[in-house]
């Protein structure tokens, strides 16, 4: 927000809770920064937290607001002279490799291309990404099977549709919950609003924060009234801190 061409409340708004850049999590803890998705605002992202360095990227899906930003991984490689691991499903692998040939090509690769280290993941299978313990979990985007990932207390969920039970049993204990919800209407693909208070009730985490919002659910503050006392709408800059130990 706001979107091009658009001239609804939310997106006119002085609030800078308004203005959001597409979704995406920076996850740190011990001096390690671990990107979740990059997807086209990924640099204006870093620049803004400045980010010094990198560590690994985790991917959720292929949908181009989650990963088109891989390009600007280059000053990371430049500076810490090095491939940046990016952790994917083998689909999302795949598409990556297509989307991106000129990074992935074994022979004239164009000096200065990205450098990038595929590594294939799945559901359920506990990762040990820079002494850090990560558990993918799989949530269904409509149709499409995709990633969330829990760390310790903090579970990270977008483009959510549903949750299998077993998925919501990996997840029970969580602290602190992000999850999607698109607006107040039903989709085909995403929670709308409702949907995802009833499944934050579900889960029952301590708290709860809503991203990958659209103009469409409203201003930040007209929403943040309809909410219950544990859930927040995320915003640009919003920060959850957890005791991890």
Known sequence: MPVIGCTCEACT????????????????????????????????????????????ILMTHEH???????DDVRPFNFSQRKDMPVYCLPRVRKELEHRFEYIFVTQNKYPGAPMVQLLEIGAGETLLVEGINILPVEVM?????????????????????????????????TRSLIINALHRDPHYSHLSLNEALLLI????????????????????????????????????????????T
């Open 141 to 173: 985007h409509g149709p499409l099977p995709i990633l969330g990932y829990r760390f310790g207390p903090i579970t990270y969920l977008t483009d959510v549709k549903t949750l299998s039970d077993e998925t919501i049993k990996q997840i029970k204990g």
């Open 201 to 244: 009730e579900k889960i029952v985490p301590e708290r709860a924060f809503i991203t990958h919002v659209s103009h469409r659910m409203g201003t930040y503050e007209k929403i943040s009234e309809l909410l219950p006392e544990n859930v927040t709408l995320g915003y640009d800059g919003l920060e959850i801190i957890e005791d991890w």
């Open 64 to 70: 181009n607001d989650h990963i088109i930003g891989l």
């Open 13 to 56: 708004s002085s609030d800078v809770r308004d203005k959001r850049l597409r979704t995406a999590a920076l996850v740190q803890y011990t001096g390690k920064n671990i990107a979740i998705d990059c997807g086209p605002d990924f640099r204006q992202q870093m620049l803004t937290k400045k980010v010094q360095h990198l560590d690994a």
